[in-house]
């Protein structure tokens, strides 16, 4: 009876294997069908080049964002994204307010900075060729190239009279992952990590052990706010650092069992017994995710922040025909309470196709090695939550449309520098100046969220019929709500007055001194540091004797 059972059992597997096979062959049939008869009687000849691409990122795009299609074209940008180094100049650049692309920032050492570029230089020609009408993307492809090549550039420069021409050699440019270390006070250490890429690990043990052993550091930060992740194996690295050898960090699991695996910390840690702190945010996301989590769940950090992006899924890139790779998601990946915290399902789409965050009801309890209570659902819920102080809206309008550096560019044309006084901050006759300097910018438009909630108003007031019997006093509030750039710029004057240091800063002595300047104005790397000043705290969050917000069930809520 048994092997009557297992025979039909196997029978079963391979009949559904069958039919498998069969949709494959069936629907590619179908695609080589189509194809081929638009090829022979469409109106005009397709392009096979654009429409193959379409139908694959089509195909794609309907498994989940993470999972696309990598031409030979687009090798060398996926792998400067995961290795952090590439063949070019080291430069920065974005459009200006001409027809040329200009520098935006220069990297410290890079050849770029040999060469003598400065922020605000722009490209006329590259090796002969006229760079003006040119694209972002088309003036990088000629910046960027095999490495020890020369090429000649060609750079019209603000307040030069004549533009001049320079010969600048492709190195090897790599970024630096750590971008930022150092001591925020005297016993604090603090270390910001940009990505996880290639020997990302490496940089941070340096960093740490040099704040450990030779700077005195008591306690460490690692900020991980913004960090968009990368590489599986150097997230695991640094966790290891961390914890005690043979602990677990981490374990994937897929549809086929070569993607399930139990990674467990295979060397001998660094330290597991400095106070850590990780700063996290709603663009932390998965190798982010994987070392704040793992290092929540084994009680060695406390977590600070806001709620992490909630990406639980795991990548792998394959090769496919003609030098092109695709990049598939292949498994979930689980913390070492257990819980997986990817926020978007994706294997479950409504009618219209679109797909919803997992609900609250499959939000699951789970324990950290001490006994805490985490929770899945979706993200990382730090220990200690913290509140992020948006920017008023005329502030935003001045990030998006890029005004301080206009403005710094626009000194320079004119043979001025901005100066800051004697501690680095922005004087009133400086500002001044860019709010005179902003009032000429043709176009420059933002709303206030008074003028949101007015339209929101009248909307209402139209709905319930008010709206005609009161317009003189609608009016009248309408007139108070709009935007007037002196008031609201001199409402906002001190974030304004911060994003006018840092660009300063930036521009003539490189990002990290602007990142070391502006952590005095960090409010929430100033409360982490309160909190790891307070040892009694510290250690009560991490035993569970003080409640901790990431053991409140509310805070995993998807709910909208």
Known sequence: MVAAMSVAAVALVASSQDEHQFKISKNLDIFFSIFKNLDLYYVDEPDPDRLVPDAIDAMLGGLDPYTTYIPEKDKDEYNFMIEGQYGGVGAIIQKSDTNLIQVREIYAGTPSQKAGLKPGDRFVM?????????????VRSKLRGKVGETIEVVIERPGVAKNFSVDIKRELVKL?????????????GYILLRSFETDCAEAVKKAFLDLRDKQGAKSVILDLRGNTGGLLDESLQIVNFFVPQGSRMLQTKGRRKAMDRVYTAQRQPVDTVMPLAVMINRGSASASE????????LDRAVVTGQRSFGKGLVQATREVAYDGMLKLTTAKYYTPSGR????????????????????????????????????????????VLLDIKSYKPVTVALIYTDQVFSFIVDLTKRGLK?????????????????????????????????????DKLVSAAKSDGVYEARKSEFDALKATCQADLERDMNMAKVEISRLMEEEIIRFYSLRKASIGHNLQYDEQLAETCRLLHDGERFRGLLSGSVPSHAGDKRAASNSK
């Not at 994987?290 to 769940?297: E, N, R």
């Not at 399902?345 to 324990?367: C, K, N, T, W």
């Open 126 to 138: 590259i090796d002969g060729e006229s760079m003006r009408g040119k694209d972002v993307a088309q």
């Open 290 to 297: 994987i070392v704040s989590g793992a290092l929540q769940d």
């Open 418 to 454: 901005p100066q800051l006084d004697n501690d680095g901050k922005v004087t009133d006759a400086l500002f001044n100046d860019f709010m005179a300097f902003v009032k000429t910018r043709p176009g420059f438009k933002y709303r206030t969220a008074s003028q949101d909630a007015y």
């Open 340 to 383: 997986c915290i990817q926020a978007i399902d994706y294997s479950h789409r409504d009618e219209s196709g679109a797909v919803g965050y997992v609900p609250d009801s499959l939000i699951s309890e789970f324990h950290t090695r001490g006994g805490r209570p985490v929770y899945d659902g979706g993200g990382i819920s730090p220990d």
């Open 176 to 188: 630096d992952a750590v971008e930022y270390y150092g001591m925020v006070d005297d016993e604090i």
